[in-house]
């Protein structure tokens, strides 16, 4: 027994500022009960008085910070009452007890309104407070309690089996995510992390098992994920589809219209980066209503960006947003945030683009105190990196069995040529090219616009000739406006030149240059950001009267016609290529993709297929649609018999995951190399089955076509060289210095074009991919992890196997919840199945549940893992339905569990106690406003009490081997009747266990505490340094202004007050690690079985025996056979106590039965116990049953059924007597 030193040690460990309700669960009489002997009778005193009063009043006058004498006059009653009441001499009378309640509440109440997300301690009695709790007199439905503790052991399913969050989602996680998640993520607390890995990798589900878990093992509650606004859509359906976590998405209007971050029904959201920047989003976040959230996810972690840019640091608004989020110091803007997220997750594909400091500053998001300066970060040990960072790429992710993940890519390039003749498409490219070189290049005052609406055109020039003709039509609209403003006296010449040149300051950069395809969409979704742009840029003017605006006009209108002609005679070449290749029999009746970048070519591509008899059979989205609309769209491309082409923008396509499709068009090739990248990631990403197979459409008569077509070769050319087409996921990284849109610029001339040419052929090489690789072995070390980790990873999910609480426990949870709710199961449970009220109201607490489902799925329950896509509701722990049951079987027996039932052991051989209970371990919050407590570790423990009151720790397990006796009355059972007076030692079992965890907790952190002080150290020191040294450059520079000398002593005096609270905060750390509040859940009495076919069934003799026969049956066919019947022997082969078979049998073909051995003395029938009925439930064909009959005869008789769970026991509910009929009749 654990010493009654350590609980008085965990008493006094707890902090004084709160008193926890849980500590005070279990507050039944200790007074003789009816059934008691009459030597455990205690004082007597009100039946409602806690069970563990001296504690309780000891640490409520300690909160109020009184003495004896002060409490005893707030109390009003003597000082020595007071002390009798504190050494458990005596009981307080009635209205004593009455005044006790009152100052508790009180205190309680103030509490809560300095805390959040924490209960209220109270005395008074409401649905969880322990005086409403019966008292511990065994009288409990057995089956109730029993159903009790096995809806707890499935919300805590993370105890039984390490990787439940895989088990109750709909993916199978691949080794580079479980070594992400399982032994990288997980184990880190407060996780702030750089998840790096190439796209395609699966990120979002990385995060998804993360969160998941976390939820599960009670770590986070409230979860805020930031990506792009083209993403927002992606994650939503991805979390809900993959791991039922209904996420909230927050738009624009959500904020402007009320704080949609308060209260839970934000706590898990989902608010895309340019929304959560804006001033009313973050206006609601930092209100005083909202709670902190806990964990913070930034995808596409890269636009985050600061560098340094001549000494001076530059940061965007969306890294001081991220810098707030994270609690890095930040500007007043973002100043109005009082918290800041405890776990921070980057996830980006693309950590380094070419320069040191942005990579540098998004390390400084996850610890700014050890990573604030760029040299601190560079002497950061590489070894040590992994706390913070992992990055894997394609090449290196593989299956179990090794096998590559991505299949292989191969890109072919398809010419066409322009229709000739004055009214050709040659003779439309001619004139277009001409009106742009003449008219664009003559503009001064706003030359950089003119050159992006240059290039505007450019791209529509080769996109489509009906999306030419709209920007023709377009640029007319606006020449005529600006004519008509002119002419009026609206605007004159100075006013033009201020708004051209405000134009020109406006957009310095191309849109399609500075932004990938998931930052086109808004969250409004009416049309894509890129719209926006070409629609400013296409107001730049070059002419500088009316009289020349007329002339452009003269020139535009010709353009226009000319192009209309042209679609009006059906004369298209690209189109009629494109036909060529959709239309090829070696892809007949296969799904094709078609990319373009912009929507006016997408429609027009719709109803060209549509005009040749694909009606009904073309998809299209794009960012005019919403979201739900894009949605059904790409559901009729999934669709087998639905669409069989999609054609899409990029912005619309960015997020959606197409891997059923091998096929994809580049109808128009993207100048933003990046947006390449991000079509082919659509359909090129685990889960294709095939080769991926790109076709680039191009016209060799164009500047640039012949351009990108060079591009391409070259491309193609690397890959070979290479034997990988890795070079097709660093595309992007090739035009770091130099964008794709200015070589295009510069090809507009005869010249120019050769020496892009020249410059494509001299630089696009095998060495140039070689060189990536080599800088980022150097940033993010060396590749290989998930190779090495493979074998000992097959071996965890191998063990994991036997660990799986389903279906077996979902399906017996249902079945026998099910009428204690008044619900009928309706079909069959190991297929799809209803449930049907039996009473009115009973469907009610489930309808919320329900109604998160289409109504063709809420008929089609299932407990086994459904195929993704299934119109079905899979039932298990974290899924709506399933968790609304949960909570109302909770509600519905906690009573019974806490009087306790009586129960048989079928193995026991004396009577003892169980005790259900939980412990945690918390972390105290720094000084802030409200104080908060953190949930480091929370774990279910179950203690069995001898009758002497010995207590150990026992199996999970304990309370399934159980059955019920309710025909035994508690008051002949003596154990019962002591019950209540062992329990305090069996709490102060659960105390110790607590303040041990916690204790093991701090020695962790105390031991990492110098390498913690020491990088800190170095951090600061190096910043003390810059500035030192700028102080001492300005000093001895004359023209250096008394502003900027100040700016340097007001920053160093504030950098050795924040490295004074940096070490403090460090320092503290581990003593703020506390152990929570403990409480009892469930208790048993449990008795040793008398009836002699009980006996039987766990005859040791007849065991020995059958087992004997089993393994040389299995020897006898060449397998290696390895008894798990023990617990020891089962921990030995790395399963659970209790693995539900005997021997595990490995054939020579490698081949596992599981084989549950049954002997009998005679022919008696058998009985699964539940651990048994679990396994072959779960293992299905894998399960064997060995029954051996007439054991006690010298001719013992051996039957074997395989899969007994489907052909004995399904329709069975639990424990079960089978007749030897019956086995015989399945062997």
Not at 960 to 966: D, M, S, T
Request: charged residues 30%; aromatic residues 6%; contains cysteine.
């Amino acid at each position: 027994m654990i010493e009654w030193r350590r609980a008085r040690a965990y008493v006094a460990s707890c902090p004084d500022h709160v008193i926890p309700r849980e500590c005070f669960m279990e507050t039944e009489s200790l007074e003789r009960h009816p059934n008691q002997d009459s030597d455990t009778v205690r004082p007597s005193r009100p039946p409602d008085t806690p069970a563990d009063l001296p504690t309780r009043v000891r640490r409520l006058r300690r909160h109020l910070n009184l003495t004896q004498q002060d409490f005893a006059t707030r109390v009003g009653v003597s000082v020595i009452t007071v002390h009798r009441w504190e050494t458990g001499q005596s009981r307080p009378r009635r209205l004593a007890l009455a005044r006790l309640r009152e100052i508790e509440t009180e205190v309680a109440r103030k509490a809560a309104r300095r805390r959040s997300g924490n209960p209220p301690t109270s005395w008074t009695a409401d649905r969880n407070d322990p005086m409403d709790l019966p008292l511990l007199d065994f009288n409990g439905d057995p089956d109730r309690v029993s159903l009790f503790a096995e809806s707890l052991r499935l919300a805590n399913g993370h105890q039984f089996n390490p990787a439940f969050a895989s088990e109750i989602s709909r993916i199978h996680p691949l080794p580079h995510q479980r070594i992400a998640v399982y032994d990288h993520m997980i184990r880190r607390d407060p996780l702030r992390f750089l998840l790096a890995d190439d796209a395609g990798a699966g990120k979002t589900i990385m995060t998804g098992l993360y969160v998941r878990e976390m939820l599960m093992r009670s770590r986070i509650r409230r979860v805020l994920v930031v990506p792009p606004a083209g993403l927002v859509g992606n994650w939503k359906r991805e979390l809900r589809t993959l791991f039922r976590l209904h996420f909230r998405i927050v738009s624009g209007p959500d904020v402007r219209s009320g704080n949609p971050f308060a209260g839970p029904d934000g706590d898990l959201a989902i608010v895309s980066l340019d929304t959560i920047r804006g001033e009313a989003a973050f206006a609601a976040l930092a209100e005083r209503e909202t709670a902190p959230y806990d964990l913070v996810v930034f995808d596409e972690a890269h636009k985050l960006s600061a560098s340094v840019n001549r000494g001076r640091v530059e940061k965007t608004r969306r890294y001081k947003l991220a810098e707030a989020l994270a609690g890095c110091p930040t500007v007043p803007d973002y100043a109005a945030l009082t918290w800041s997220a405890r776990h921070l997750l980057l996830l980006t594909a693309t950590p380094h683009m070419g320069k040191d400091s942005p990579y540098h500053y998004l390390w400084r998001l996850l610890d700014h105190r050890v990573f604030g300066a760029e040299e601190a970060f560079r002497r950061f040990p590489k070894r040590e990196r992994s706390r913070h960072f992992i990055r894997r790429t394609k090449e290196e992710m593989v299956d179990f069995e090794g096998r590559p993940l991505f299949r292989e890519r191969r890109c072919d390039t398809f010419g066409y040529d322009l229709s000739p003749g004055p009214e050709g498409e040659r003779e439309l490219y001619n004139r277009t090219t001409s009106y742009l070189r003449n008219s664009y290049n003559l503009a001064t005052s706003n030359r950089q616009a003119a050159k992006l609406a240059m290039g505007v055109f450019q791209r529509r020039l080769a996109s489509s000739t009906w999306a030419l003709l709209k920007s023709f039509e377009r640029r007319i609209v606006k020449v005529r406006a600006l004519i008509a403003d002119l002419e009026s006296g609206r605007i004159d010449s100075r006013g033009l030149d201020r708004a051209q040149a405000a134009l020109d300051t406006r957009h310095q950069a191309d849109h399609f240059d500075r932004y990938d395809a998931s930052e086109d969409l808004d969250d409004d979704a009416s049309r894509e950001r890129n719209e926006d742009y070409e629609d400013a840029v296409l107001g730049a003017v070059v002419a500088v009267t009316v009289e020349e605006l007329r002339e452009e006009i003269r020139t535009l209108e010709s353009l226009r016609d000319r192009a209309r002609r042209l679609i009006d005679s059906g004369r298209e070449s690209k189109f009629e290529r494109l036909r060529a290749v959709l239309e090829d029999p070696e892809y007949a009746d296969e799904k094709w993709l078609v990319f373009s970048e912009h929507r006016d070519t997408v429609d027009h591509l719709v109803a060209r297929l549509e005009a040749l008899g694909y009606a009904g059979r073309v998809a299209a989205i794009h960012g005019a649609m919403a979201w739900g609309e894009r949605e059904a769209q790409v559901e009729r491309f999934r669709d087998p018999a639905g669409a069989r082409f999609l054609i899409a923008t990029d912005a619309a396509g960015e997020g959606i995951n197409l891997q059923f499709c091998r096929l994809m068009v580049n109808y128009d090739i993207p100048w933003n190399p990046a947006r390449l990248e991000q079509r082919m990631g659509r359909i090129h990403r685990y889960g294709q089955r095939h080769d991926v197979r790109i076709f680039n459409l191009l016209s060799a008569e164009t500047r640039e076509g012949r351009v990108l077509k060079v591009l391409l070769d070259r491309l193609e050319a690397i890959r070979k060289e290479l034997r990988s087409d890795k070079v097709f996921d660093v595309i992007g990284r090739l035009f770091e210095n130099r964008s794709l849109r200015e070589h295009m610029r510069e090809a507009l001339s005869d010249e120019g074009e050769r020496r892009v040419r020249e410059r494509f052929e001299d630089t696009l090489t095998g060495d140039t991919v070689r060189g990536i690789d080599a800088r980022d072995e150097r940033h993010y070390g060396r590749a290989g992890e998930v190779a090495r980790r493979l074998g000992t990873l097959r071996g965890e999910v191998d063990r994991e196997r036997y660990l799986h609480l389903l279906p077996a426990h979902v399906r017996r949870f249902v079945e026998l919840a099910a009428p204690l709710l008044g619900l009928e199961v309706r079909g069959n449970l190991d297929r799809s199945f209803t449930l049907v009220p039996t009473r009115a109201g009973a469907i009610d607490p489930l309808l919320r549940g329900l109604e998160e489902y289409p109504a063709a799925a809420r008929e089609q329950l299932r407990v086994r893992r459904p195929e993704v896509g299934e119109p079905c509701i899979w039932l298990h722990p974290g899924e709506p339905v399933f968790d609304a049951m949960s909570e109302e079987v909770v509600a519905a027996c906690r009573r019974e569990a806490a009087r306790g039932a009586i129960f048989v052991d079928p193995r026991g051989e004396t009577p003892y106690l169980l005790h259900l209970g939980e412990v945690r371990v918390e972390e105290e919050g720094e000084v802030t406003d409200p104080p908060s407590r953190t949930t480091l570790e929370r774990e279910l423990l179950v203690l069995r009490q001898e009758d002497d009151g010995t207590v150990s720790e026992a199996s999970l397990e304990a309370f399934a081997f159980l059955q019920g006796a309710p025909h035994i009355p508690p008051g002949a059972v003596p154990l019962a009747g002591r019950a209540a007076a062992l329990r305090v030692d069996a709490l102060t079992h659960l105390e110790a266990v607590a303040l041990e965890k916690a204790e093991s907790r701090r020695e962790l952190a105390e031991a990492d505490l110098p390498r913690r002080r020491e990088r800190i150290g170095i951090n600061f020191n190096l910043r003390a340094a810059e500035l030192a040294a700028r102080r001492n450059r300005l000093s001895k520079n004359p023209q250096a202004s008394p502003d900027e000398k100040e700016e340097v002593v007001r920053r160093q005096k504030a950098l050795r007050g924040e490295r004074r609270l940096a070490l403090e905060g460090v320092d503290a750390a581990p003593n703020r690690i506390v152990p929570g509040a403990v409480r009892f859940l469930a208790h048993a009495v449990a008795l040793p079985p008398t009836g002699d076919e009980e006996r039987e069934a766990f005859d040791a003799d007849v065991e020995k025996v059958a087992m004997a026969i089993a393994a040389e049956w299995e020897r006898s066919w060449d397998a290696t056979v390895r008894d798990v019947s023990t617990p020891p022997l089962a921990r030995r082969a790395g399963l659970g106590n209790y693995p539900g078979f005997d021997p595990l049998a490995v054939g020579a073909d490698g081949g596992k039965r599981h084989i549950e051995v049954k002997g009998r003395a005679g022919r008696t029938g058998i009985r699964m116990e539940r651990n048994e009925w679990t396994a072959a439930c779960n293992l299905g064909e894998d399960y064997w049953l060995y029954v051996v009959l007439d054991c006690a005869t010298s001719a013992p008789h051996l039957v074997r059924v395989r899969d007994p769970f489907t052909k004995l026991v399904a329709k069975e509910a639990t424990r079960m007597r089978i007749s030897v009929g019956k086995v015989l009749g399945a062997a």
